[in-house]
């Protein structure tokens, strides 16, 4: 059973897959869709079975053409800044600081909004069809769901300027390219060899791995250092029930069968 509007959740051999459905529009991301998607994912991240969630767009089209252009088209200033607060906070750096991990799987347009929140997400995977660009200023306005911030983060200064200054499109082969994506598959493939990857995730000790997520973000937190993060995580690990199987099972001979606690 099915309750949202515009969200698909499926949950499979601790996987959730988590699909935009807003075919007609793309997928844009309107104010229904952001809170669904604050609700599905934190639902998954809360459900100790899901190892990892894939977010996805449906339709062969589009991953997220954006922003849903047709709600703020009349905003003021004020009402501006309080759309790119709150999604950034429902959504963007929800998602970013999930203890599960989140792949996006780019089944086609990611732009504005929509490469926003793959960034957003704690790797991406593409299909060959996707097209991928922050166009805003083609708008007359910035990325403002964090945009400005990620996307120099993974593709360095200058590519983000050009990106951002031209509104252009880059295909997924271009974003491989520029370390946007990790991965091109063909459209057929994508969800496939994102499980494969997701399975390969899952056997790990996930709790290991919300150490692992924290301590890489802590990287681009101002004024936090991240090795001392690092130091903090590395040590509390040790007081896992995970390290212990973890350890144990190899000094055995066999494999881990981490209880995630
Ligand atoms: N917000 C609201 N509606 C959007 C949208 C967005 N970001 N992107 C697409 N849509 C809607 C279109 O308005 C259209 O709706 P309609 O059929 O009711 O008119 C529908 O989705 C299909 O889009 P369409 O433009 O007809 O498809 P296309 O194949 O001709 O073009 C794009 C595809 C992606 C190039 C084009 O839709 C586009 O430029 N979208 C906006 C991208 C953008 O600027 N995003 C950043 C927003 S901040």
């Known amino acids: 059973m099915n309750y949202y509007e515009n969200i698909l ?4 051999n601790g996987l959730s897959v988590i699909t935009i459905n807003r075919p007609n529009k793309l997928n844009a991301l309107n104010k ?3 809170e669904e998607l604050h609700q599905t994912l934190k639902i998954a991240d809360n459900d100790a079975d899901i190892k990892v969630i894939i977010v996805t767009g449906s339709g ?3 991953f997220v053409a954006g922003a849903d252009i047709s709600e703020f088209a009349d905003f003021s200033v004020e009402e ?3 759309l790119a607060a709150k999604g950034q906070k429902l959504l963007f750096d929800f998602i970013e600081n999930l203890s599960t991990p989140v792949i996006a799987a780019v089944n086609g347009f990611a732009l504005g909004g929509g490469l926003e929140l793959a960034m957003a997400c704690h790797f991406r995977i593409a299909s060959n069809n996707a097209k991928m660009g922050l166009p805003e200023v083609s708008l007359g306005v910035i990325p403002g769901y964090g945009g ?6 993974l593709v360095g200064k200058g590519r983000a300027m050009e990106m951002i200054m031209t509104a252009g499109m880059i295909d997924a082969n271009q974003a491989m390219s520029y370390g946007l994506v990790n991965h091109v598959t063909s459209q057929e ?10 399975q390969k995730i899952s056997r790990n000790s996930s709790v290991a791995i919300a150490a692992a997520i924290r301590a890489i973000n802590a990287n681009y937190i101002d004024g936090t250092n991240g090795f001392e993060v690092e130091i903090e995580e590395f040590g509390n690990c ?10 144990t099972a190899f000094l055995q001979k066999r494999k881990a069968d981490f209880p995630g606690r």
Request: glycine content about 10%.
């Open 9 to 12: 959740v499926s949950n499979n």
């Open 32 to 34: 229904t869709t952001i």
């Open 60 to 62: 062969e089209k589009a």
């Open 80 to 82: 501006g800044g309080k």
């Open 148 to 153: 400005t911030q990620r996307l120099p983060n």
């Open 189 to 198: 493939e994508l969800l496939p060899f994102c499980e494969k990857l997701a």
């Open 238 to 247: 040790f007081g896992t029930e995970d390290f212990t199987e973890g350890t």
